[in-house]
């Protein structure tokens, strides 16, 4: 399985982050799967965002709710994460990962994208 992010990598602030990762080699509607959004700000750890089930149940972490959003198109087998009025504090390396079982418990990642907020 491979998993590949991309996306917009430079934002001003309060314009919206949209990235996408596309997953080869399993359907995403595969049970039991998780399709996480995962960042690392510079010089800080990683932090968990969000994630769509392999049923489309979504999951969100509670300090990202507000602003985030996940959807797939299972015809395209991708998942796609939005993040509203971004700030600098949004800058970071976005991952997209598949957790096997339940959240959390990764297994396959992509290689990140770099997102920059900047006026």
């Known amino acids: 399985v491979q998993l590949q992010e991309w996306g917009h990598g430079l934002l001003k602030p309060s314009q919206t982050l949209s990235l996408t990762c596309a997953v080869y080699?399993?359907?995403?509607?595969?049970?039991?799967?998780?399709y996480s959004w995962i960042r690392q700000p510079p010089g800080k750890g990683l932090e968990w965002m969000g994630a769509i089930a392999y049923s489309g149940n979504t999951y969100y972490s509670p300090s990202l709710k507000s602003r985030t959003s996940i959807s797939r198109d299972t015809s395209k087998n991708q998942f796609t994460l939005q993040l509203s009025a971004v700030t600098p504090e949004d800058a970071a390396r976005y991952y997209c990962?598949?957790?096997?079982?339940?959240?959390?418990?990764?297994?396959?990642g992509g290689q990140g994208t770099q997102v920059t907020v900047s006026s």
């Open positions: 990962e598949r957790d096997g079982g339940r959240l959390g418990r990764a297994e396959y």
């Open positions: 080699g399993d359907p995403i509607t595969a049970s039991v799967y998780y």
